[in-house]
């Protein structure tokens, strides 16, 4: 989407959706310039994936948290995921807290408590480790050779 304030000035990129971003528009492109599957009459889109996460407390007292995976689809409107009652949001996974025991365990290792650094780098790891479980071979093959579903509008692409 461009914009010319005035006739004589140069068009203005809007910056606005995921959807009309100039990276949306080359992966759109790039998945057309691909030859087509000839056993598969079905038009081809891009899903744009966002992840986000963030930790959650769960009560006003007390240290009950949970850290979230969700997975928001930049195809549809900001104006719709921004919108908690759109339920636009997709629980994909929840990142386990790093165990109590943590300190006992690497005292017991190491000969001294883990400090700061490495108890942030603990929880690195275990969350590395978590986007490995979910980007397994099936999602890798649909990353690479997508998947048929049935849109909200009875279609499948």
């Known amino acids: 989407m461009f914009f010319q304030p005035l006739p004589n000035e140069p068009m203005e990129r809007v910056y606005s959706e995921i959807y009309s971003s100039q990276a949306m528009l080359k992966a759109h492109e ?11 009459k079905l038009e081809t889109v891009v899903a744009a994936v ?10 006003s007292f007390g240290s009950a ?21 759109s ?28 400090t700061a650094e490495m108890l942030t780098y603990c929880h690195q790891e275990l969350m590395q480790a978590i986007w490995l479980l979910l980007m397994d071979d099936d999602f890798m093959h649909a990353y690479e050779f997508g998947i048929v579903i049935e849109c909200l509008d009875g279609i499948s692409r």
């Open 65 to 85: 948290s949970l850290w979230p995976i969700y997975l928001f689809l930049g195809n549809q409107s900001k104006y719709i995921c921004g919108k908690p009652s």
């Open 50 to 59: 966002m992840l986000w996460s963030d930790s959650t407390h769960l009560t």
């Open 30 to 40: 790039a998945i057309k310039s691909h030859p087509p599957d000839p056993s598969c």
């Open 87 to 114: 339920f636009a949001a997709h629980h994909l996974a929840y990142i386990p807290k790093l165990s109590d025991t943590i300190q006992d365990f690497y005292h017991h290792v190491f000969g001294k408590p883990a």
